[in-house]
C-alpha cells in the first residue's frame, strides 16, 4: 500500500516538474515568436475576389451553386475559409484543401514559425506571414481561436466560410485522450480509468482558469472563439450559435464525413476528383475508448454547449440533404468511395494505416501526443507510376511536413516536438 501510495506520489511530483518545464518552455517561446502588436494596422480594402485568374466553368446538374441564367453551369469558388476545429478529421480535409491551393497556385494565408495561429489567443491579421494590408489571400486553414472581425478585414468578401462539427461525447473522449496531458488539473486523477473519474465529478479536478483547461470543456465553442463556460441555457450560447449559421455556408460533420465532402464540392463547385483522400491523423483502436451509455451521457452533459451546437448543425447539414436529393447523395458518395478505393491500392503499401513504428519513411510520420505513439500513418507503395506517383505522395503526407513543403517554417513546433520526444513520461 506505502509502495502504491509512494509511486504514486513520484508520478504527481514528476508531472508537476515536467509540466513547469514545458510551460517555461512555451512561454519563452511565445514571447520570442510573437509577433508585435500592430495597433493602428492601415484599414486596405481586400478586393472583392482573390481569384488570380478567371476561373473555369464546370457543367453540373442539378446544383446549388448554379449561376442565375446559365443553367448547368457554375463557377469553381477559390476564396475560401475553412474553420479547422479539433479533433474533427479537419487533417484530412487541410490535405485536400492544400492539394486543391498547389493544383490552381491559389495563396495561402499561413501562420508565422508554427502550425497554428498562436491559438488559444483569439486570431489577429498580424499572425498571418508576411501580412500587409490589402493583400489578397485565397484560402487560410490553419488552426485559429476564430476572431470574425480580423477574419473577414483579411479574406476578400466572396470568401465562403466552413467548418467541421463532431458528436461531443466521441470529441471529449478523443480531446482527454489527446490533450490530457497538457492540462494540469488532469494529474490529480488517479484512478486508472482517468476519464470515468473525470466524469462522475468534473468540477471537482476543472479549473476554468487552469492551463489548458479549455480542450476539456465545449471545446467545438472555444475554438469558435466563445466563452466555453457559460451554462447552455444563457441567452448568449444562441446568440453566438446564430452568428455562427450566419458567416458560415457549411458545416459538415465528422459522422458523415462522404456526404460531407459531397456537401462542400457542391458548394464551392469543385470536381469530385478534389476530394480524394486518406483518413489522416487517425488513433489506432486499442486507444479508443468506447463510452458507455452512461459515460456518453456524462461527457455531453459536462458538454452541454457543444452539444447544442452540434444539434443545432446536424438539422441543418440533413435539410441540405435533403435539397441536394437523397438518390443523388447515394450515388456520389459510392462515386467518392471507389474512387479512395481505388487510390488505396495504388498508393498505400498494404492498402491500409499501420502503427507509428511500422512507417519506414521519417517524412509520412505523423505528429503524435504525449507520452505514446498512438496515431497512425501509411507507407507509400514503391514503384507508382508516374502518372500518380506526386499525388500518391501529396494525399499521403502528414499536416506537419506539408506545411513545411508549402514553405511554412515551422521552428516553434519543431522545437517543441524534440523537447516533447526527450521527455521520457
Given at each position: 500500500?506505502?509502495?502504491?501510495?509512494?509511486?504514486?506520489?513520484?508520478?504527481?511530483?514528476?508531472?508537476?516538474?515536467?509540466?513547469?518545464?514545458?510551460?517555461?518552455?512555451?512561454?519563452?517561446?511565445?514571447?520570442?515568436?510573437?509577433?508585435?502588436?500592430?495597433?493602428?494596422?492601415?484599414?486596405?480594402?481586400?478586393?472583392?475576389?482573390?481569384?488570380?485568374?478567371?476561373?473555369?466553368?464546370?457543367?453540373?446538374?442539378?446544383?446549388?451553386?448554379?449561376?442565375?441564367?446559365?443553367?448547368?453551369?457554375?463557377?469553381?469558388?477559390?476564396?475560401?475559409?475553412?474553420?479547422?476545429?479539433?479533433?474533427?478529421?479537419?487533417?484530412?480535409?487541410?490535405?485536400?484543401?492544400?492539394?486543391?491551393?498547389?493544383?490552381?497556385?491559389?495563396?495561402?494565408?499561413?501562420?508565422?514559425?508554427?502550425?497554428?495561429?498562436?491559438?488559444?489567443?483569439?486570431?489577429?491579421?498580424?499572425?498571418?506571414?508576411?501580412?500587409?494590408?490589402?493583400?489578397?489571400?485565397?484560402?487560410?486553414?490553419?488552426?485559429?481561436?476564430?476572431?470574425?472581425?480580423?477574419?473577414?478585414?483579411?479574406?476578400?468578401?466572396?470568401?465562403?466560410?466552413?467548418?467541421?462539427?463532431r458528436d461531443p461525447a466521441e470529441l471529449f473522449e478523443s480531446s482527454f485522450h489527446y490533450f490530457g496531458r497538457l492540462a494540469p488539473f488532469t494529474w490529480k486523477i488517479s484512478a486508472e480509468d482517468k476519464l470515468a473519474e473525470f466524469l462522475?465529478?468534473?468540477?471537482?479536478?476543472?479549473?476554468?482558469?487552469?492551463?489548458?483547461?479549455?480542450?476539456?470543456?465545449?471545446?467545438?465553442?472555444?475554438?469558435?472563439?466563445?466563452?466555453?463556460?457559460?451554462?447552455?441555457?444563457?441567452?448568449?450560447?444562441?446568440?453566438?450559435?446564430?452568428?455562427?449559421?450566419?458567416?458560415?455556408?457549411?458545416?459538415?460533420?465528422?459522422?458523415?464525413?462522404?456526404?460531407?465532402?459531397?456537401?462542400?464540392?457542391?458548394?464551392?463547385?469543385?470536381?469530385?476528383?478534389?476530394?480524394?483522400?486518406?483518413?489522416?491523423?487517425?488513433?489506432?483502436?486499442?486507444?479508443?475508448?468506447?463510452?458507455?451509455?452512461?459515460?456518453?451521457?456524462?461527457?455531453?452533459?459536462?458538454?452541454?454547449?457543444?452539444?447544442?451546437?452540434?444539434?443545432?448543425?446536424?438539422?441543418?447539414?440533413?435539410?441540405?440533404?435533403?435539397?441536394?436529393?437523397?438518390?443523388?447523395?447515394?450515388?456520389?458518395?459510392?462515386?467518392?468511395?471507389?474512387?479512395?478505393?481505388?487510390?488505396?491500392?495504388?498508393?498505400?503499401?498494404?492498402?491500409?494505416?499501420?502503427?507509428?513504428?511500422?512507417?519506414?519513411?521519417?517524412?509520412?510520420?505523423?505528429?503524435?501526443?504525449?507520452?505514446?505513439?498512438?496515431?497512425?500513418?501509411?507507407?507509400?507503395?514503391?514503384?507508382?507510376?508516374?502518372?500518380?506517383?506526386?499525388?500518391?505522395?501529396?494525399?499521403?503526407?502528414?499536416?506537419?511536413?506539408?506545411?513545411?513543403?508549402?514553405?511554412?517554417?515551422?521552428?516553434?513546433?519543431?522545437?517543441?516536438?524534440?523537447?516533447?520526444?526527450?521527455?521520457?513520461?
Open positions: 500500500m506505502i509502495g502504491k501510495q509512494g509511486r504514486q506520489w513520484r508520478s504527481i511530483c514528476k508531472g508537476l516538474i515536467l509540466g513547469t518545464l514545458m510551460t517555461s518552455c512555451m512561454i519563452l517561446l511565445y514571447c520570442l515568436s510573437a509577433p508585435q502588436v500592430q495597433l493602428n494596422l492601415q484599414e486596405v480594402p481586400v478586393p472583392y475576389s482573390c481569384a488570380h485568374r478567371p476561373a473555369r466553368t464546370l457543367q453540373v446538374s442539378n446544383s446549388s451553386q448554379i449561376s442565375p441564367g446559365l443553367a448547368g453551369t457554375c463557377t469553381p469558388k477559390v476564396d475560401v475559409m475553412f474553420m479547422k476545429t479539433h479533433k474533427t478529421a479537419s487533417s484530412t480535409l487541410l490535405n485536400i484543401l492544400f492539394r486543391f491551393g498547389e493544383k490552381h497556385r491559389l495563396k495561402f494565408a499561413f501562420p508565422n514559425s508554427r502550425n497554428d495561429f498562436f491559438y488559444p489567443s483569439l486570431f489577429q491579421r498580424s499572425q498571418v506571414k508576411d501580412y500587409r494590408p490589402g493583400m489578397c489571400f485565397n484560402i487560410i486553414c490553419n488552426h485559429m481561436r476564430f476572431n470574425e472581425p480580423e477574419v473577414i478585414k483579411l479574406l476578400p468578401s466572396d470568401t465562403t466560410y466552413v467548418s467541421i462539427l462522475q465529478d468534473p468540477w471537482h479536478y476543472f479549473d476554468p482558469e487552469g492551463y489548458n483547461s479549455f480542450y476539456l470543456k465545449n471545446l467545438l465553442f472555444f475554438d469558435f472563439g466563445f466563452d466555453n463556460t457559460m451554462e447552455p441555457d444563457d441567452p448568449r450560447v444562441d446568440e453566438s450559435i446564430r452568428s455562427i449559421a450566419e458567416r458560415f455556408r457549411l458545416v459538415m460533420l465528422v459522422e458523415y464525413f462522404e456526404e460531407s465532402l459531397i456537401l462542400l464540392k457542391d458548394t464551392l463547385c469543385w470536381e469530385m476528383e478534389d476530394l480524394l483522400f486518406f483518413k489522416l491523423n487517425a488513433r489506432k483502436g486499442s486507444t479508443v475508448s468506447r463510452l458507455k451509455p452512461e459515460l456518453r451521457a456524462q461527457a455531453l452533459q459536462w458538454n452541454g454547449i457543444d452539444w447544442k451546437l452540434y444539434q443545432h448543425f446536424n438539422a441543418t447539414f440533413w435539410r441540405k440533404v435533403e435539397v441536394y436529393g437523397r438518390q443523388r447523395m447515394a450515388k456520389d458518395v459510392e462515386e467518392l468511395q471507389r474512387r479512395n478505393k481505388e487510390m488505396a491500392a495504388i498508393c498505400i503499401e498494404g492498402g491500409q494505416a499501420v502503427e507509428a513504428s511500422s512507417i519506414q519513411e521519417t517524412a509520412m510520420q505523423p505528429w503524435q501526443p504525449i507520452g505514446e505513439k498512438s496515431i497512425m500513418g501509411y507507407n507509400l507503395k514503391k514503384n507508382i507510376d508516374k502518372k500518380h506517383r506526386k499525388l500518391c505522395r501529396k494525399m499521403l503526407t502528414p499536416e506537419l511536413q506539408y506545411l513545411t513543403n508549402l514553405g511554412v517554417n515551422l521552428w516553434i513546433t519543431r522545437l517543441w516536438g524534440y523537447v516533447r520526444d526527450v521527455i521520457n513520461w
